[in-house]
C-alpha cells in the first residue's frame, strides 16, 4: 500500500481512532515501587536529587506501603540503609537489619502487597562496593556466600521475592540453592541479569548512601556497549534459576531490553532508574519539558520495548494518572 491509497494520517485523525488503534497500554498491575527505609523512628528525609523521594524510619514506610496498595499497585521494591557499615556487610543478614525489621512490619501491617528486597551489599559496606572485597577488588565467590546468608535471612523475615543486584558470576544459583536448603523453594528469584555500570545510577547512591569510596563498579557491572553480552548474562540467570529476569536502565538500553523480550520466555522487568527519574523531574522543574507527558512517553516506551515489569520512581504518579 502507498499514498494516496494509503494515508496513515486517517488513524490519527482524533482521540477516538488514536485510542482504537493504540498498540501498547500501560498498566498499574506492572508497577513495583522502590522504597528506602532507614533506621530511627519518625525519619522522613527527602533525598535532594529524587524530588518526592525519601528516606524513611519503617513507621513512614509502613504508610507508604499502605498508600501503595491502596493505589493498586502490586509490589514495593525496598532498599535499606542501615546504621553501621563494615567491611563483611553483616547489616545486610543480621535478624534484626534495617530490611529484616522493614520486611516484618509491612508483611504485618499490610499483607496484601508483594515486598521485593534487594539483595545487594553496597549499602552495607564501609567501601560501598557490592562485595567482599580482596586487595581492591570484589572477590566473587566469598561474596556469594553473604549473598545466600543475606537472601535466607530476607527470606525469613518475610520477604515474597529477593531481587540480587550486585552482579557476581553465580549468585541467582547460590541463592536459589540457599534458599531451597532453607525451605524456601516457593520464594521466586528476580535476577538484576543484565546490569550496566551506569552513570544514570548517580541520585540512586545519594538515596541509599551506597557510592563506592573508591574505584567503580566496571569490574562487576556490564560494559555499556555491550549487546551480546547481555544475553550471555541473561542466559546464565535463566539456567541458574531466575524467575524474573531484568535489564537495568531501561531508557538507555530499550535495545537490550528489545533483544531480552525476543529471546527469552520468562517475565521481563525493566528498570528505570534514578537518573531517568531526575533528569525528567530536573527539566520540567525548569520549564524545559512537561514532566506528566515526559514520563509517559518513557514508560510506555519501556513498554513498547518489550518489558513486562516495570519498576520506576514515577509508579505512584503513574498510577493517579492512569486512574483517572
Ligand atoms: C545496587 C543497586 C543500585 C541500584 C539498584 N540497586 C546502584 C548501583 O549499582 O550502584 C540503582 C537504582 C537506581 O539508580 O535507581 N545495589
Known amino acids: 500500500m502507498q499514498y494516496p491509497d494509503y494515508r496513515p494520517r486517517r488513524l490519527r485523525k482524533n482521540a477516538n481512532f488514536r485510542r482504537m488503534i493504540r498498540e501498547t497500554r500501560l498498566s498499574v498491575d506492572n508497577l513495583v515501587y522502590p522504597l528506602f527505609v532507614t533506621f530511627g ?18 513507621n513512614y514506610l509502613v504508610k507508604e506501603a499502605q498508600k501503595t496498595r491502596d493505589m493498586g499497585i502490586p509490589a514495593i521494591l525496598l ?14 543478614f543480621t535478624k534484626d537489619g534495617i530490611i529484616q525489621r522493614a520486611v516484618r512490619e509491612i508483611k504485618d501491617k499490610v499483607p496484601d502487597i508483594l515486598v521485593i528486597t534487594d539483595l545487594c551489599l553496597c549499602e552495607y559496606t564501609n567501601h560501598g562496593h557490592c562485595g567482599i572485597l580482596e586487595g581492591n577488588e570484589v572477590d566473587n565467590d566469598s561474596t556469594l556466600e553473604v549473598l545466600a546468608d543475606t ?4 527470606a525469613k523475615a518475610g520477604a515474597d521475592m529477593v531481587a540480587p543486584s550486585g552482579m557476581m558470576d553465580g549468585q541467582v544459583a547460590t541463592i536459589r540453592d540457599a534458599l531451597d536448603d532453607a525451605g524456601y523453594e516457593t520464594l521466586p528469584i528476580m535476577a538484576y541479569s543484565a546490569k550496566y555500570a551506569s552513570s544514570f545510577y548517580g541520585p540512586f547512591r545519594e538515596a541509599a548512601e551506597s557510592a563506592p569510596q573508591f574505584g567503580d563498579r566496571k569490574s562487576y557491572q556490564m560494559d555499556p ?8 548474562e541473561i542466559t546464565l540467570d535463566v539456567e541458574e534459576g531466575a524467575d524474573i529476569i531484568m535489564v537495568k536502565p531501561a531508557l538507555p538500553y530499550l535495545d537490550i531490553i528489545h533483544r531480552a523480550k525476543e529471546e527469552f520466555d520468562l517475565p521481563l522487568a525493566a528498570y528505570n532508574v534514578s537518573g531517568e527519574f531526575s533528569m525528567i523531574k530536573a527539566a520540567a522543574n525548569l520549564g524545559w519539558l512537561d514532566g506528566e507527558k515526559t514520563m509517559m512517553e518513557s514508560l510506555i516506551s519501556i513498554k513498547r520495548a518489550g518489558a513486562d515489569i516495570i519498576i520506576t520512581y514515577f509508579a505512584q504518579e503513574v498510577a493517579d494518572i492512569l486512574a483517572k
Open 151 to 154: 537472601a535466607v535471612s530476607q
Open 225 to 232: 556497549p555491550n549487546s551480546d553480552e547481555a544475553i550471555r
Open 41 to 58: 523512628k519518625d525519619v522522613k528525609k527527602p533525598i535532594a536529587s529524587m524530588p518526592g523521594n525519601f528516606q524513611m524510619s519503617v
Open 79 to 92: 532498599f535499606g540503609i542501615p546504621e553501621k557499615k563494615d567491611e563483611t556487610a553483616s547489616g545486610a
